[in-house]
């Protein structure tokens, strides 16, 4: 009976999550390729092109970047909050790691390994734009030897 409850509750927060795991994961999908460019201009050989001007531009680009991962770790650790106390209901049950578990159990165990691989990387990028933020600050001023004799 206690599985049939939490069965229904379960499907009844699926309606509100699915709503907020859209704009979660637009919003994620939508940052994380303007991430990764800016992260792409911290190589040395595209650094030693840029003047001072282009580089404070990329700095700000990167920092504006960090403070819009963050807000990403937030909204999923707030998605997470939403869910957690449905996630340890399921926890709590037994055998909820067989094959047989219900589907409500297993969609909303995956929703929890989707957010919680959504967490990591944003964290891991904001630590690269954190990197490549100092990488730019303190570029070398001389250009990178290419090998090639001239």
Do not use: K
């Not at 637009?26 to 050989?45: C, I």
């Not at 037994?94 to 929890?112: A, M, N, R």
Request: charge should be negative; hydrophobic fraction near 55%.
């Amino acid at each position: 009976m206690i599985v049939v409850t939490l069965q229904s509750e379960i499907a009844q927060v699926f309606n509100l999550l699915a709503v907020l795991l859209v704009f979660v994961l637009a919003y994620f999908s939508a940052l994380m390729p303007q991430a990764l460019s800016a992260l792409g201009e911290t190589d040395p050989l595209h650094l030693s092109g840029l003047n001072d001007s282009g580089c404070a531009a990329l700095v700000r680009r990167m920092r504006t970047y960090r403070w819009l991962m963050i807000g990403s770790a937030l909204l999923v650790i707030l998605v997470g909050v939403v869910v957690s106390p449905l996630t340890d209901d399921v926890l709590s049950q037994p055998h909820v790691f067989e094959w047989s578990i219900p589907p409500t159990f297993s969609g909303l165990l995956l929703v929890d390994i989707c957010l919680l691989a959504m967490l990591v990387t944003a964290t891991v990028v904001v630590f690269r734009l954190s990197r490549g933020i100092a990488d730019v600050t303190v570029r070398p001023r001389d250009p990178v030897a290419t090998g090639l004799t001239g």
